[in-house]
């Protein structure tokens, strides 16, 4: 808990300031919205006073008026300090310390991609360095290839040393590193190669000058002040990061952090990043199609008229999408009706989330936000691998670590916690405690104090032992061996010995009990009076919405139509080849009459349709998404579309408008869904009012979604037609799409982009928020839908599971997932195709050496009906009688893990053909 | 009287004075080398194209005509995919040719560009490009900047020393 300690005064050049005790000087200073320059201090990251820049003079008292110069990132504020940022000497020092940064750098600013959003180029302006005086040489270097997603221009560094501090302290990469000494500082890989660490991408917002910069956006520069951008979720996993998303000349440029204080804070992990390219993509459905028609004669009113006809002749039921957004699914449940909605997730995916939403609403835990996470100082995770199936959740926790050894040695060593570097010399490697219960090894294994690889049930069971430890009660878990009585037992003591336990797990565990036993150890630490948190993942970035919409199972739909209850199906933003095995998919679309589609891209279900229509992805559509914690958050559309491209939700009113559907009577634009959507929905009270209307104005006017310097309008279209169109208007939301509107700061859950005077790079956020790190001015946006309520009752799941058990010639199958490659629109990023995996099937080397199979030899295996030949890896960690199988890889058939494969012995055992030399 | 008198003999007298109109277009007037008029695109004196694509000059047109797209080649050099400018709305004030970095774009004195269809006066690229320094003669923006490009390796530019030798321990 953080004291409320009285504020203190200081005075800055004469005025006296109200500030919060504890800060250090430049944080008060920005706070107060201030303009100083600093370069190595980042409001995530702490002090290290190592670039000079934020120097002011501090006087001992009124009379003094020789005053000192200190650097205010390392001086805390003090009651009755006095200090001055206008002194002339003090700024004399900060113009000269950035002459001397300067001098070796490049004069490549008109090419280089930080151009106009640049940090240097703005502190540089704000000291008044305007003319170089060096006119001796300057130094130069190679650069190195890092991978897809980052470009690296070493000649531009001003040797901050942030990159290192964020790469290696604060997301726990090893590969990248500062190497040489004096001028020739160099920062960079040991050898030229891709970054490892799944966080890289933030290197382009964390360094303040152009050294690494988004090799995506790169493919299609645009600076910043020519972008059309627009407040986003992220699609790509259950946490639901904040994004803000740029357009220009009609596609999407770049995605860039949003601050959210609760939840991705200042970074994004890089498939939130780089994986919008799938905005861009060639196999995108840009219009209507009708089947029997040539798609030259259907336009959008023919694709109607199609799809209405169907619907009215037919007797239709709608499947709804864990990747479509609440409006667009809440929109197809009401034009189907509520019995006829289908949920379309896999099997074992709609159970489990839906326990999850159970356990969220139920337990007596507090449900923790990303931000939490971060403070919590006893993590213990449950069969997930926190880097491939969440990944800023995995950064989360690698701050959370650092918890235990903060609060405990630094209060003894009597400096504050942003003095970065004295609070890493003294803790050193010492971690607080974390425990990893996962099918084989993590990355994050390397700063757990105790893991456990073993199968869902073993995992599941463990969780059980911990729990009833904790609670004191007899073990009720039978055949527990010693080793993991006494694992159990340090568990069970460490998360009851922190203050802020936290218990990790999800859905990409595969089994309830897992979610079960979490729920568990969390109401037990309740119990005993902890203040612990618990968060559970949950598959898709709506998984969650979807179930609080509700709706039946995916099997029940192929029911419906298999038997003739139904003969028409409207399908929305999904495809079901990665929901459900081929077979029972292709047997489903042949009982179908009709299939309705509507997608953004084309893939395998969009094949069978006989009306398809263009949906909107999120950059061009309005909607709100529901993430893991029951967080509900709006995003915008980035950019205008053509007629024939829309949102699912207004192809969805538009067709309940041609059917004169009696409930959708009315609805046109996006505010008129959410108040309906409440009616019918209780639960979801609150979805509402998370974003202002769309009549908001501030001064009459709406937020320009263009910066005002934003160029080229009486020229973009010019070719096609020299006579400008009317801009155009957005009837959705408060934000307009052109320069036009107002000027000064959005509410929060509208900011489209960062700008300050003086401030055109990201770190612009700082005048955005009520203190700087802290929360956004008017609260972060977004709200929770699952609230702790009164009624809550302790839930306590009995059901432990029995000990897992080898199958002869069968293995177990379990999920195994990778943050580039699992995830199902990413994937249509270049890099991030380029850095996931080929699809494999990991055995136990025991067990592979029994079957006579070596690394790359072809197993094949059958789950249910489908077949596979896959590629063998090896590995010690897995249990024994278990194989790990990635789900969602592109090319890899779906199946519904965890379960059972059967080998097939011909197969397996049959060597490979030689090749004859 | 007299003043009415003076002014009928001194417009008189204007009849014997050189004459200020020419007679347009066989005959043409003299314009000043910085005169403000058509915008062309130059190259450097190695004959590349000078526009990096750098987007101050649309930053800068107070009326927004010009329009373009940053690019590389396989070496590394930008230079503009397309670059449009709306001369219907070009107001020849000079401020694309003041923010350019590189001396690329140019004012230069032709102003006879009239158009009986407006839709004529979006230059493209090929418009615009000339094969000349213009009036700026042997800049070249990459010899200054460091940046590697085809033909210009690190540590090439003006006042750069060669690529240091990370590896190096000498002092």
């Known amino acids: 808990m953080e004291e409320v300690a009285p504020k203190v005064t200081i005075f800055i050049d004469g005025q006296p300031f109200e500030v919060k005790p504890g800060k250090n000087l430049l944080e008060a200073c920005l706070s107060l919205g201030e303009d100083l320059p600093y370069f190595c201090w980042h409001p995530a990251m702490g002090s290290v006073g190592a670039c000079r820049q934020c120097a002011v003079k501090v ?93 690296h221009e070493m000649n531009r560094c001003i040797q901050c040393y942030r990159c290192v501090r964020y790469y290696k302290d604060y997301a726990g990469g090893k590969d990248l590193d500062v190497f040489a000494a004096h001028n020739h500082l160099y920062f960079g890989r040991h050898e030229d190669g891709m970054l490892e660490s ?43 990061c904040n994004t803000i998303a740029g357009e220009r000349y009609g596609t999407l440029r770049n995605i860039t952090t949003r601050f959210n204080g609760e939840v991705n804070g200042y970074f994004l992990c890089d498939r939130g990043r780089f994986g919008y390219e799938f905005v861009n993509s060639a196999s995108r459905v840009r219009k209507p199609l009708v089947r029997s028609k040539l798609p030259e004669s259907t336009s959008k009113s023919i694709a109607l008229e199609e799809a209405a006809k169907m619907i009215r002749n037919g007797r239709v039921i709608g499947i709804g999408s864990p990747r479509a957004s609440m409006e667009s699914n809440f929109a197809l449940k009401t034009l189907v009706g509520d019995e006829h909605f289908y949920q379309g997730v896999s099997e074992p995916d709609h159970d489990l989330v839906e326990f999850n939403l159970e356990v969220l609403q139920q337990t007596e835990a507090h449900i923790l936000s990303l ?65 990893i219960a996962s099918f084989q090894p993590t990355k994050l294994d390397e700063i757990a104090t105790e893991t456990f690889n073993a199968t869902p049930a073993e995992i599941a069971r463990l969780g059980f032992i911990v729990a009833s430890i904790i609670a004191g009660e007899e073990i009720t878990v039978h055949d527990v061996s010693e080793q993991t009585q006494r694992l159990a037992k340090q568990i069970a003591d460490t998360l009851l010995s922190a203050q802020k336990p936290a218990v990790i797990s999800g859905t990409h565990g595969g089994r309830e009990s897992i979610i079960k036993a979490a729920a568990n150890i969390g109401n037990a630490l309740k119990a005993k009076g902890k203040d612990v948190g618990i968060m559970l993942t949950a598959p898709e970035c709506n998984s969650i919405g979807l179930d609080m919409l509700g709706g039946h199972r995916l099997e029940s739909a192929f029911d419906a139509i298999g038997n003739g209850y139904a003969d028409t199906v409207i ?77 699912s ?73 020299v006579s400008e ?79 897992f058990q080898p199958l002869d010639r069968h293995l177990f199958l379990v999920p195994l997932y990778h943050t580039f490659g699992t995830e199902e629109l990413s994937v249509h990023t270049k890099g991030i195709l380029e850095k996931s995996p080929e699809p494999y099937v990991m055995l136990n080397s025991h067990d592979a050496q ?24 090896t590995g010690s960690f897995i249990a024994r009688g278990a194989a790990g199988l990635p789900i969602g890889l592109p090319g890899l058939p779906f199946a519904a893990l965890p379960a059972w494969g059967i080998l097939n012995r011909e197969i397996s055992w049959k060597k490979q053909p030689q090749p004859i030399s | 009287m007299f003043s009415l008198l003076r002014t009928m003999w001194l417009t008189f007298l204007h009849a014997f004075h050189k004459r200020d109109t020419v007679l347009y277009p066989e005959e043409k007037n003299y314009l000043p080398p910085r005169w403000r008029g058509r915008i062309v695109l130059t190259r450097d004196p190695d004959g590349g194209e000078r526009c990096v694509a750098c987007n101050l000059c649309a930053a800068a047109c107070p009326v927004d005509c010009i329009a373009l797209q940053a690019t590389e080649d396989p070496t590394g050099r930008r230079y503009p995919e397309f670059f449009q400018i709306n001369f219907s709305r070009c107001i020849f004030c000079g401020f694309c040719e003041e923010a350019c970095p590189t001396y690329a774009i140019q004012l230069i004195p032709d102003f006879e560009m009239g158009e009986y269809n407006r839709q004529n006066l979006v230059y493209e690229k090929d418009d615009l490009l000339i094969n000349g320094e213009g009036k700026y003669h042997g800049y070249n923006y990459y010899k200054v900047a460091g940046m590697a490009i085809g033909g210009k390796d690190k540590g090439e530019a003006e006042n750069e020393t060669p690529p240091v030798d990370i590896k190096s321990l000498l002092p």
């Open chain 1, 571 to 647: 399908i929305l933003e999904n495809d079901l080849y990665r929901r459900a095995s081929a077979a029972q998919v292709n047997k489903f679309f042949d009982k179908c009459k009709h299939v309705i589609v509507l997608d953004s891209l084309h893939n395998k279900t969009t094949e069978r349709a006989d009306v398809l229509f263009a949906a909107g992805t999120y950059a061009e559509s309005d909607g709100t998404l529901v993430n893991n914690e029951g967080r509900a958050q709006r995003f915008y559309q980035v950019y205008p579309t053509t007629e024939d491209m829309q949102e």
């Open chain 1, 850 to 873: 029994e079957m006579n199979l070596a690394e790359g030899d072809t197993l094949a295996f059958k789950i249910e009906e489908q077949v596979y030949q896959l590629p063998v890896k």
């Open chain 1, 649 to 721: 939700w207004r192809w969805l009113i538009q067709l309940g408008d041609q059917v004169q559907h009696q409930h959708m009577r009315g609805w046109e634009h996006f505010d008129d869904l959410l108040p309906a959507m409440v009616v019918a929905h209780p639960n979801l009270i609150g979805i509402e009012s998370i974003t202002p209307p769309a009549e908001f104005r501030i001064a009459g006017q709406k937020i320009p979604r263009a910066t005002h310097r934003f160029s080229g309008r009486t020229a973009m279209n010019a070719v096609n037609n």
């Open chain 1, 371 to 435: 931000k939490e996470v971060e403070r919590c100082d006893a993590v213990f995770i449950l069969g997930e691998d926190l880097t491939n199936t969440a990944p800023m959740l995995d950064l989360a926790v690698r701050q959370s670590v650092r918890q235990q050894p903060m609060l405990e040695d630094v209060p003894k060593a009597g400096f504050p916690m942003w003095q970065d570097a004295a609070v890493r010399e003294l803790i050193q490697d010492k971690k607080g405690p974390l425990f």
């Open chain 1, 198 to 240: 799944e966080f890289s991408g933030n290197l382009a917002e964390v360094c303040p000058t152009g050294v690494f910069t988004d090799k995506t956006l790169k493919e299609h520069y645009t600076r910043k002040w020519d972008l059309t951008t627009a407040p986003s979720v992220c699609q790509h996993c259950s946490l639901g």
């Open chain 1, 725 to 803: 169109p009317k801009p155009a208007e957005d009837p959705d939301s408060a934000l307009s799409f052109t320069m036009e509107g107002y000027r000064g700061q959005a509410p929060s859950s509208i900011i489209p982009f960062y700008w300050s005077p003086g401030w055109n790079s990201v770190q612009a956020i700082n005048k955005y928020q009520l203190e700087v790190g802290g929360p956004l001015r008017g609260g972060d946006p977004g709200a929770r839908l699952i609230k702790p309520t009164l009624q809550s009752r302790s839930t306590h799941f009995n059901e432990a599971p029995e000990h």
């Open chain 1, 59 to 151: 006087f001992k008292d009124e009379n003094d008026t020789v005053g000192r110069l200190i650097m205010s990132c390392m001086e805390p504020v003090r009651d009755g300090l006095r200090l001055s940022i206008q002194n002339p000497q003090a700024k004399d020092f900060r113009s000269n310390i950035i002459g001397w940064l300067m001098t070796n750098h490049p004069h490549d600013c008109a090419v280089c991609d930080e151009g106009g959003s640049c940090h240097l180029q703005d502190m540089t302006v704000m000291t008044g360095h305007n003319y170089r005086k060096y006119t001796f040489e300057k130094r130069t270097y190679r650069n190195q290839y890092l991978g897809p997603f980052l470009n």
